[in-house]
């Protein structure tokens, strides 16, 4: 696949129709990891505190000098932290590649909330439509 080609297909984790886009991988990344997306070279960073653009969530452990989909649009599985409740916005966290569910470090992710509570933590089905993060105000 070209980089950057968006597919519509079925997330074998949460059985629900998705968007993808395929993009090059980076260091450190595992399934349900999120990522902030460059449109510009197809690259990806994991999500950090302070990130602004694009985000997606990783369907597989897409690690540098590889390649692969990133889910989009639709029900996800997504690394949330710990005691994060059902139906609550989510927030790049203080955790390299993970979301959270208070806004202490100010950097929302708009159009994604948790669709399960988090429990312990770790991979927690998430909804989201094109996310991108941005700073919320201070």
Not at 16 to 44: K, R
Not at 101 to 108: D, F, P, R, Y
Request: glycine share 14%.
């Amino acid at each position: 696949f070209a980089l950057g080609t968006k597919c519509t297909a079925r997330n074998t984790t949460t059985g629900y129709v998705g968007e993808f886009i395929f993009m090059s991988g980076v260091a450190s990344n595992t399934a349900a990891s999120w990522v902030l997306m460059n449109y510009d070279d197809h690259s990806t960073s994991l999500l950090a505190d302070n990130d602004i653009g694009p985000v997606g969530i990783a369907m597989a452990a897409t690690v540098a000098d590889t390649y692969g989909w990133y889910q989009i649009r639709g029900k996800a599985s997504g690394k949330i932290s710990a005691g994060v409740n059902e139906n609550v916005g989510l927030y790049a966290s203080a955790t390299a590649g993970t979301a959270g569910g208070t806004s202490a470090g100010k950097s929302e992710i708009i159009g994604a909330c948790s669709a399960a509570a988090s429990g312990a933590g770790g991979a927690t089905e998430v909804e989201i439509n094109y996310p991108v993060c941005g700073k919320s105000a201070a």
